[in-house]
C-alpha cells in the first residue's frame, strides 16, 4: 500500500478513484451517523445538548489523526526526501487546523449549555488548544520561509518535534489538571457510554476520518499537479 | 543585559496592570515572575543563528572539523550562560518583589535555573527554524510558546507544590523534561541549521 | 592528498527552479577552473553543492583521493562574504577560524603580514575597509593547508595591485598540488579554463 503510494504516477492514479469513493463514504456515515444521532433521546442530564458531542468529539480525533498523518509524512519527506510525502504534509496541516479549530467552537457551543461558560480550562481541551496552536506555528513556519523545498524540510523539522512533544503535552496537562481540579468535570466518552449513543459517535467518527481522507488525498493531488505546472513553466 | 531590562520593566507593569492589592499580586506572583522568564528567554533568541547565516560565519562552521551538532550545543550553552542563567538570578528576586513568601526564593531560582536552560534548549530549534524566514522574534515565539507547555507547567507545579508544602513531582519532571530537551535538542537545530544554509 | 575533483551528471535546483542539468567536469589537482555566467545562472549554488553545503538534485560530486566521509577537511570555503564578526580583532577572527578548521598553532600575525594586514591585527574587523576584509577572509586560505579552494568571487573588491598578489598565491597553491574552483565575473589572474554555466545551462 505505502510503497504502492510512493510512486507518484502510481499515487495519481489509484487516489483518482479513491478520493470520490472516500468522500461518498464519507457522506453516508455523515447522513446515518447525523440521522441516528438527532434521533437518540436526549441524556438524561445534558438534555438536548449531548448532541454537539456527536459533532465535537470526532473533530477532535481527527484533528489528532491529521497530526500523526502530518509527522508520518513529514519524516517520510526528512529521510528519504520523498516529493510525494512532502506535498502531503504540507496538505495535511492546513486540514488538521480546521478540524482541531472545529472541535474548539463545537466545545466551546457545548461548555455554554453544560458548564454555563464558553471556555473551561479542562485538560482535554486544554490539549486540543496547544495542538491548535502546534498548527499555527507549523503554518506560519511554512509561510514565512520563501524556498519552497527549505520550507517544507523546515516545517517538517518542526512536525516531528511537536510530534515527540505531543503525549509529554498531553500528560503535562493532565498532571496539571488532577492539580487543580481533582475530579475532571467531563466524563463522557468511555466504553460505559449507553448504544444509543456510542453507535452514532462511532459512525460519526468514520465520517470525520473518511472525509479527512478525501480531502488529504485531493489537497495532495492538486499540490502535485501545482508542482507539475510550475516546472513546465519554468521550463519553457 | 537587554533581557534582564526587559524582564525588569515587565515584572514592573504588573502591578499597574493587576492593581497594587498585596494579596492579590501575591496569588500571582510566583506566576507571573515564571511566564516572564519564558517571554525574556524567547526575546533573546533571535539572533542566535541569524547573523551567522547573514555573514556567511555558519559555512564555514558547517564545513570546519566538528559537526554541527557540537555548534548548536555549544552555542546553545552559550546563551543560557550569557542570557537565561542571569535571568534566572532575577526570577526570585522578582516574584518576592511582588509579593510571593520569600521562603520560596531558594524553589523559584532552581526551576528558573532549570526552566531556563529548557526555554534556551527548545527556543534554540525555534531559532534555527526560523533562521533565513525574516520574521525573527515574533515567528519563534510562535513556533516555541506550544512546545513549551510541559516545562511551564511542571516549574509552576513545583513552585506550587512548595507553596503548598506538599511534596510534588513536579521538579522531578522538569529536570527530567529539560535534561531530554538539552540532549536531543542540539540535532533538531543542526538538522535546521542545514537546512537554513542549503 | 587530492588528485581531482569530479562532477558527475549534478543537477542543482533552487526553490523548484532547475539552475543546470546534468552538468558534469573533472578537475585535477594542480589546475584552476572559473565558473562564468550571467547573474543567476548557478555558480554560487555549484560551488555550494561541490562543498556538500547544498545537496544536487541529481548527479554526485567526488574528491578523488579523499576519504569518503571527510571532504569538508580537504576544502577551503571562501563565500562571497567574508564571515566576519565585526566586534572581534583581525587576529582573533583569523586565530579563530585557523584553530576551527583544525590548525593547532596558527602563526596569525606571519599571516597577517603576508596579506599587508599586520598594521590591523587588533582592529576590530568592522573598522577595515572591504578590501582588507576581504583579504582577511582569504587569509584563511593559507592555514590549514588544505588542498581543494572553492572561491565565490575571491577578488571582487581589491584593487589591481592585491589582485596581481593573489594570482601569485593562486599560482603557488597550484604549483603545490592543489587546485581551485572559483566563481568570478572578471577572468582570474591566472591560467584557468573557463566552465560558463550561461552556456550550459
Sequence with gaps: MIAALANPQRFMAVSRPLAPLLGGVSLVLFAVGLWLGFSAPEDYQQGDTVRIMFVHAPAATAGLVAYAALGAASFVGLVWRHALAEAAAKAAAPLGAAFTFLALVTGSLWGKPMWGTWWVWDARVTSVLVLFLLYLGYLALHAAIEDEQKAARAAAILALVGLVNLPIIRFSVDWWNTLHQPASVLRAGGPSMPSEFLTPLLLMMGAYLTAFGALWLVRIRSEVWRRRARRQAGAL | MLAAGFYAALTALVPLAAGPEPERLALVAPGLAWIALVLASLLSLERLFERDLEDGALDLLALGGPPLEAVAAVKTKAQWLAVAAPLSLLAPIAAV???????????????????????????????????????????????????????????????????DGVPGGGLALLAAYTLAAAGLSPFATAAALRNAIS | MISALEAQDLTVARGGRVLFERLSFRVEAGEALALTGPNGAGKTSLLRALAGLLRPAAGTVRYRGAEPDRTSQSLHWLG???????????????????????????????????????????????????????????????????????????LAPLDAVWRDRMGELMREHLAGGGLIIAAVHDPLPLSARTLDLGVAA
Excluded: H, M, Y
Excluded at chain 2, 526564593?105 to 526551576?111: H, R, S
Excluded at chain 3, 565585526?86 to 584553530?99: H, I, K, P, V, Y
Excluded at chain 3, 576581504?134 to 581543494?148: F, I, M
Design chain 2, 97 to 163: 518583589a511582588l509579593g510571593a513568601d520569600p521562603g520560596l526564593a531558594p524553589v523559584i531560582l532552581l526551576v528558573a535555573l532549570l526552566g531556563g536552560l529548557c526555554f534556551v534548549a527548545v527556543g534554540a530549534v525555534g531559532a534555527a527554524l526560523a533562521a533565513g524566514s525574516r520574521r525573527g522574534g515574533l515567528l519563534i515565539a510562535v513556533l516555541v510558546l506550544p512546545l513549551l507547555v510541559p516545562p511551564v507547567i511542571f516549574g509552576a507545579g513545583a513552585i506550587q507544590a512548595a507553596d
Design chain 3, 80 to 154: 562571497w562574504q567574508d564571515g566576519l564578526k565585526g566586534q572581534r580583532t583581525a587576529a582573533d577572527e583569523l586565530r579563530f577560524w585557523a584553530r576551527w578548521a583544525g590548525e593547532s598553532s596558527p602563526r596569525v600575525a606571519e599571516v597577517l603580514d603576508r596579506f599587508g594586514l599586520a598594521a590591523c591585527a587588533d582592529l576590530e574587523t568592522r573598522r577595515l575597509s572591504a578590501g582588507q576584509r576581504r583579504r582577511l577572509a582569504l587569509a584563511r586560505l593559507s592555514a590549514p593547508p588544505r588542498p581543494v579552494w572553492l572561491l565565490d568571487e575571491p
